[in-house]
């Protein structure tokens, strides 16, 4: 009787001490979430669509979020989009015009064969990447609306390459 | 002898602390909730007649069937403005990718010419339920599937419509 007691005992100070360290796990969690969605993450990106500005095989870069929430990306800022074409994909990209700016397009993607020249419309950024001749960017898919920018690239990270 | 200033200072100092982590830690876990299970959010306007009235509604939205690609034709949507960024409008989801939309590009004028549209990979079709009085996506074309914010399933405010969308 005496020993079941104390098997109780040992097990609510058990449950106790697991429920109260994954607490701290979870809140520390949310921390990482909230600095990661509202200030600054680290990112990794790849591809060769911005060359040379960025490696091909990856590179790890700090991105912040505080400037797009603020309205604060401009022409020439490397950002990272939401694909227009894929949801699930995040592309890294350098804003070449912003609302109400004039682009020209020569030929290829969406708008045939011909060089046009068009305002950017409203709430909406041009976007291209640094290499032209590997980038699916603003040329193929229009221009992206500025709901579906989600950091700022600030500064790379360096000693990742071996 | 009482307590010094020094000690009474200190535990004072030490008291709003704890609070004020308390409010942070709640804080915290509100922000992760609305932003990965659900979110109550406020609709007026227009738009979305007779579904919800002009004064203003208030309905839970839910961030889990986005995440996970639920989401299908005929749901009510909370979506980023492509217009304006710092705007989330409510409308219906009316199309998906590879759907052809056909709409009157003016509803009010009678034997107006349509328009077919056929809605481009990773983008959704949105339109309001009171079609004369909504900027969507005859306006403004379809939109990329990343700009939707959650899907609207209850509706919590005013009481007499308590109940699911």
Not at chain 1, 53 to 62: F, K, Q
Not at chain 2, 73 to 85: H, Q
């Amino acid at each position: 009787m005496l020993s079941q007691k104390l098997r109780l005992q040992q097990w609510r100070s058990t449950a106790k001490n697991v429920a109260d360290r994954a607490l701290i796990v979870a809140k520390f969690l949310c921390f990482l979430h909230i600095a990661d969605t509202y200030l600054c993450a680290p990112t990794l990106v790849h591809g060769p669509s911005m060359l040379p500005t960025l490696n091909m095989r990856g590179d790890v870069v700090l991105t912040e979020r505080v400037s797009h929430r603020i309205g604060n990306v401009g022409v020439g800022d490397v950002v990272l989009v939401v694909s227009p074409e894929n949801p699930r994909k995040m592309i890294t990209k350098r804003v070449k015009a912003r609302e109400g700016d004039r682009v020209s397009v020569f030929g290829d993607g969406i708008w045939g064969d011909v060089s046009r020249s068009f305002v950017v419309p409203k709430g909406h950024v041009w976007v291209q990447g640094d290499n032209p001749y590997q980038s699916r960017d603003s040329r193929i898919f229009g221009p992206v609306p500025y709901g579906l920018i989600k950091g700022r690239v600030f500064l790379r990270e360096l000693g990742i390459h071996t | 002898m009482g307590p010094s200033n020094f000690q009474l200072w200190g535990s004072f100092a030490k008291e709003a602390m704890d609070a004020s982590m308390l409010v942070v830690n709640f804080f915290c876990f509100l922000q992760v909730t609305r932003t990965y299970i659900f979110n109550a959010a406020s609709v007026s306007g227009p738009s979305m007649l007779p579904t919800f009235s002009l004064s203003g509604e208030i309905v839970l939205v839910d961030r889990i069937s986005l995440r996970l690609g639920k989401i299908s034709r005929g749901d009510i949507v909370l979506v980023r403005s492509p217009e304006n960024p710092r705007k989330v409008i409510t409308k219906r989801l009316i199309g998906i990718e590879g759907d052809r939309m056909t709409f009157a590009v003016d509803p009010r004028r009678v034997g107006d010419d349509r328009k077919t549209v056929t809605v481009p990979k990773g983008h959704v079709w949105v339109q309001g339920d009171n079609v004369y009085e909504s900027r969507d996506s005859r306006t403004f074309g379809a939109v990329p599937y990343a700009l939707l914010q959650g899907r609207v399933f209850w509706r919590v405010w005013p009481l007499e419509d308590f109940g699911a969308l």
